[in-house]
C-alpha cells in the first residue's frame, strides 16, 4: 500500500474493516458447506444440505450466524458517515443516494448474468426442477440488499432519534420486533413476520450507534463479558419458551428478536477483542489483506454461490469420482474447494471491483431530489425482496435489473457530497 493510503487507513478503526472482511468470508464457508452435491454407496446422485444436517449445526449458528455484526458494523459506519456529511453541508439525499449506488452497481452485473442464465436454460429446455434447484440457492443471499439498503436509507432519521433518545428508541424497536413475532408465532404465517425485515435489522443498527458513541468501549471486560453471557443465557430461555427455531439462520429471515440480542452480543464481543485485533492490524500483512478484500467485498459476497454452482456444475460433468457428501472424503475436499472458490472470485473482481467504486460523481448540492431518492431505494429493493420471498426465477432476475438499472439512473450524473466510508 502507498503511503497516502497507509494515511487514509490510519484514520479508521480498522478492527471493524477486518470484522467486516471475516463476516463475508465465513459466510463463503458455511456456503460452500451447505452445497453436498455427490454420489452415494449406490453411486446415485445425492443432492442435500449437508452441514445443515449435522447434529451440532443449530448450536454452531448461535456462534457462527454473523449476519447481525453486518448491520452493527454498518451501523457504526453510517453513524461515521453522516457525521462527516453534516461537517460538510450536506444532506440526507446526499447520504442515501451514495449508500444506495454503493450497493445498486455491484449487484446490478450479477443480476443481469442471472437473468441472462435463467433465459438461456429456460430457452434451452432444461430441467425446470434442476434449475429451480441452483436458482434458489443462488438468489438466497439476495435479501441482504433490499434489507440493508432500507437500514442505510433510513439511517439519518434513526440517527436524529439515537440523539435524542437511544434507550427509547432501542426499547421501542424492540418491543415493536416482539409484537411482530408475537403474532407471526401465533399465527403460523411467516410473512407476517416481514416487517421484521425493517424492524428487527434497525434495532440492530442502532446498536452500530451505540458502537459509535462509545458506549461499549466505556463498559470494563467484565461488564462485556456479562453481556455476552446474558445475551446467550436469554436466547436459551427465549427461543424454547417463545417457539423460535433453535437455528439462527432460520430465525434471519424473516428476521426474529432472537437476532437483536445476537447482534448486541456480537458487539460486546468485537468490542472485548479490541485490543487484539487492533494489534493484528497494525502489521502491513493484515492491512494489506483486509484493504485488499475490502476493496472488493461486495463481489466477493454477490458471486460466490454463482461460483460454488458452477464448480459443482463442472464436476458433474466430469468423468470424475464423487465423494458422497459429509463423508470423510467430502469434508477434505472442502478446503480446496474454498481456495478455488476465492481464486475465481479474485479473477472476476478484477473487472468487476470497478463497480464497487464510488463514482466520481455524486459532489455539488444538486441532487435528484427527496421523491426520486425514496423511489430510487425502492425501486432497487423491490427485486431482492421479492427473490427472497418467491424464488430466483427468470421473471424476477429481469425484475431486479430494471430494477437497478432504474435506480442507478435517478442518481446518474447527480451531483451529491461524498459520504466518508
Known amino acids: 500500500m502507498t503511503t497516502g493510503e497507509d494515511a487514509r487507513i490510519a484514520q479508521r478503526d480498522l478492527t471493524l474493516d477486518l470484522a467486516r472482511v471475516s463476516c463475508v468470508l465465513l459466510v463463503v464457508v458455511i456456503h460452500l458447506l451447505f452445497?453436498?452435491?455427490?454420489?452415494?454407496?449406490?453411486?446415485?446422485?445425492?443432492?442435500?444440505?449437508?452441514?445443515?444436517?449435522?447434529?451440532?449445526?443449530?448450536a454452531a449458528t448461535w456462534i457462527g450466524d454473523i449476519m447481525p455484526l453486518f448491520f452493527v458494523v454498518g451501523g457504526f459506519a453510517?453513524?461515521?458517515?453522516?457525521?462527516?456529511?453534516?461537517?460538510?453541508?450536506?444532506?440526507?439525499?446526499?447520504?442515501?443516494?451514495?449508500?444506495l449506488i454503493r450497493l445498486a452497481r455491484p449487484a446490478l452485473p450479477l443480476l443481469v448474468v442471472l437473468a441472462l442464465a435463467l433465459l438461456g436454460a429456460w430457452a434451452l429446455g432444461v430441467d425446470a426442477a434442476l434449475v429451480d434447484t441452483v436458482a434458489i440457492g443462488i438468489g438466497s443471499p439476495l435479501w441482504f440488499l433490499a434489507a440493508y439498503v432500507l437500514a442505510?436509507?433510513?439511517?439519518?432519521?434513526?440517527?436524529?432519534?439515537?440523539?435524542?433518545?437511544?434507550?427509547?428508541?432501542?426499547?421501542?424497536?424492540?418491543?415493536?420486533a416482539s409484537a411482530v413475532d408475537?403474532?407471526?408465532?401465533?399465527?403460523?404465517?411467516?410473512?407476517?413476520?416481514?416487517p421484521n425485515v425493517v424492524i428487527v435489522w434497525l434495532a440492530v443498527?442502532?446498536?452500530?450507534?451505540?458502537?459509535?458513541?462509545g458506549w461499549f468501549r466505556r463498559r470494563s471486560p467484565w461488564a462485556l463479558l456479562a453481556i455476552v453471557a446474558g445475551g446467550y443465557a436469554l436466547l436459551g430461555v427465549l427461543v424454547p419458551l417463545a417457539g423460535y427455531s433453535p437455528s439462527m439462520l432460520t430465525n434471519q429471515y424473516p428476521p426474529t428478536v432472537p437476532m437483536l440480542v445476537l447482534g448486541a452480543i456480537q458487539a460486546a464481543a468485537l468490542t472485548l477483542?479490541?485490543?487484539?485485533?487492533?494489534?493484528?492490524?497494525?502489521?502491513?500483512?493484515?492491512?494489506?489483506?483486509?484493504?485488499?478484500?475490502?476493496?472488493?467485498?461486495?463481489?466477493?459476497?454477490?458471486?460466490?454461490?454463482?461460483?460454488?454452482?458452477?464448480l459443482t456444475g463442472?464436476?458433474?460433468?466430469?468423468?470424475?469420482?464423487?465423494?458422497?457428501p459429509g463423508s470423510a472424503v467430502w469434508w477434505a475436499t472442502r478446503i480446496p474447494m474454498l481456495l478455488l472458490v476465492l481464486l475465481i472470485v479474485w479473477l472476476l473482481s478484477l473487472w468487476l471491483v470497478r463497480y464497487e467504486r464510488s463514482?466520481?460523481?455524486?459532489?455539488?448540492?444538486?441532487?435528484?431530489?427527496?421523491?426520486?431518492?425514496?423511489?430510487?431505494?425502492?425501486?432497487?429493493?423491490?427485486?431482492?425482496?421479492?427473490?427472497?420471498?418467491?424464488?430466483?426465477?427468470?421473471?424476477?432476475?429481469?425484475?431486479?435489473?430494471?430494477?437497478?438499472t432504474l435506480a442507478i439512473w435517478l442518481v446518474r450524473g447527480r451531483r451529491a457530497r461524498l459520504v466518508a466510508p
Not at 452445497?35 to 443449530?58: C, H, K, M, N, S
Not at 453510517?78 to 440526507?92: F, I, K, N, P, Y
Not at 484493504?291 to 458452477?310: D, E, N
Not at 463442472?314 to 458422497?324: I, N
Open 205 to 213: 443498527q442502532q446498536l452500530g450507534f451505540w458502537l459509535h458513541d
Open 273 to 310: 477483542l479490541h485490543r487484539p485485533l487492533a494489534a493484528l492490524m497494525e502489521t502491513r500483512a493484515a492491512r494489506a489483506a483486509v484493504w485488499f478484500l475490502g476493496s472488493r467485498l461486495m463481489t466477493v459476497y454477490l458471486w460466490h454461490l454463482p461460483v460454488i454452482m458452477m
Open 314 to 324: 463442472v464436476q458433474l460433468l466430469l468423468p470424475l469420482p464423487l465423494p458422497e
Open 359 to 404: 463514482p466520481s460523481h455524486l459532489v455539488d448540492p444538486v441532487h435528484p431530489g427527496r421523491a426520486a431518492t425514496v423511489v430510487a431505494v425502492v425501486l432497487f429493493a423491490v427485486g431482492p425482496t421479492l427473490i427472497m420471498e418467491l424464488g430466483l426465477d427468470a421473471l424476477l432476475a429481469c425484475v431486479g435489473v430494471v430494477g437497478t
Open 35 to 58: 452445497v453436498g452435491v455427490g454420489r452415494g454407496p449406490d453411486g446415485q446422485l445425492v443432492i442435500e444440505r449437508t452441514v445443515e444436517a449435522q447434529p451440532w449445526f443449530a
Open 152 to 176: 442505510q436509507a433510513l439511517a439519518p432519521a434513526m440517527i436524529r432519534l439515537h440523539r435524542r433518545a437511544p434507550v427509547r428508541t432501542l426499547v421501542v424497536l424492540a418491543l415493536a
Open 182 to 194: 408475537a403474532v407471526r408465532l401465533a399465527s403460523g404465517v411467516p410473512q407476517l413476520g416481514m
Open 78 to 99: 453510517a453513524m461515521a458517515g453522516w457525521r462527516s456529511l453534516e461537517r460538510r453541508g450536506g444532506d440526507v439525499d446526499a447520504f442515501v443516494c451514495t449508500r
